[in-house]
């Protein structure tokens, strides 16, 4: 009985770990709703900590001396809009369990089923699961921040088809790109909208700051783009030809990744083709074989 629990837990335990890894895309209506609906206003910290969180926060100062977080993983975190401590913390309590989880599970075999496995196999087990789950989070940051970062690729290009649109009008560069970046919804839309705030509060150039949001979130499309504008201003470039040229490069960029995407999804479409093919010749096969061995 003991021995049947232990296997359902642990049964449970791996389809919790592949679900965490691996979550179900949302809807796409769910997601057309988040990006259009404004996001409520945070909360205290304190009350939304969990309990899990407030346990490994005595512990980040040890995750921070082993080099964490690094620069990479700071720029997903900032895309992610992740506190950087709760983050910490989480690993922490991941690396905790799967240190303990092997000694829990001898534990109980030892006690409940009388099984003795030896100081050994825990040990081994509990290093390599704590040093897996330690990186887990890392996976699932990256992942988020990687969608994350092609929604910023979307929204520039889209603010720059829009500027490009609002300099034939007729308008200036700061004004064509205010009415452009006004329109577009959405995180990335937010962040090209805080930055030309701020320059328009601090009376300072926009394409600094647009370069430092681009610096930050580790979007190089952003901080090529500043750095455009910012030599169209002082050099007295013709700021529509090069906005209209930094679009076309950036959607032919975007159409050749979805393509490469493409191919790579049906490159891997082939693997269970010639697998199921295998395995219907074997199928056919096995009893002329078996015939012939039999009988000779």
């Not at 196999?121 to 989070?137: G, H, I, N, Y």
């Not at 975007?254 to 693997?271: F, K, N, V, W, Y």
Request: glycine content about 8%; hydrophobic content about 50%.
């Amino acid at each position: 009985m003991i021995v049947t629990f232990l296997g359902a837990l642990f049964g449970v335990g791996v389809t919790a770990l592949a679900y965490g890894l691996r979550p179900p895309r949302p809807a796409l209506a769910a997601v057309l709703t988040a990006l259009n609906t404004s996001p409520p206003p945070d909360e205290p910290r304190a009350e939304n900590e969990e309990w899990a969180t407030r346990l490994g926060r005595r512990a980040v100062p040890l995750v921070r001396a082993l080099g964490f977080p690094t620069t990479s993983l700071r720029a997903d975190l900032a895309v992610c809009g992740t506190n950087e401590e709760q983050f910490l913390a989480g690993k922490a309590v991941c690396a905790a369990t799967g240190f303990v989880a092997p000694w829990a599970t001898v534990l109980l075999l030892r006690f409940g089923a009388g099984v003795e496995a030896g100081w050994w196999v825990p040990s081994a087990s509990s290093f390599a699961l704590a040093t897996l789950l330690f990186f887990a989070p890392d996976l699932s940051v990256r992942r988020q921040a990687e969608l994350r970062r092609r929604e910023m690729q979307h929204t520039l290009s889209l603010v720059l088809d829009l500027t490009v649109i609002a300099l034939a009008g007729g308008a200036g560069a700061h004004q064509a790109l205010g009415q452009a970046v006004a329109a577009p919804q959405g995180w990335a839309a937010a962040k090209l909208r805080h930055a030309l705030h701020v320059a328009h509060l601090t009376r300072t150039s926009p394409w600094s700051h647009l370069g430092d949001l681009g610096r930050h979130l580790a979007v190089t499309d952003l901080s090529e783009l500043a750095s455009t504008l910012n030599l169209a201003g002082s050099e007295g470039a013709k700021i529509r030809g090069s906005l209209a040229a930094k679009a076309r490069a950036m959607r032919r960029r975007r159409i050749s990744e979805a393509d490469g995407a493409a191919q790579a999804a049906t490159e891997r479409m082939s693997l269970p083709v010639v697998g199921l093919f295998a395995a219907f010749l074997l199928l056919i096969g096995y009893p002329a074989l078996a015939h012939v061995m039999s009988v000779t």
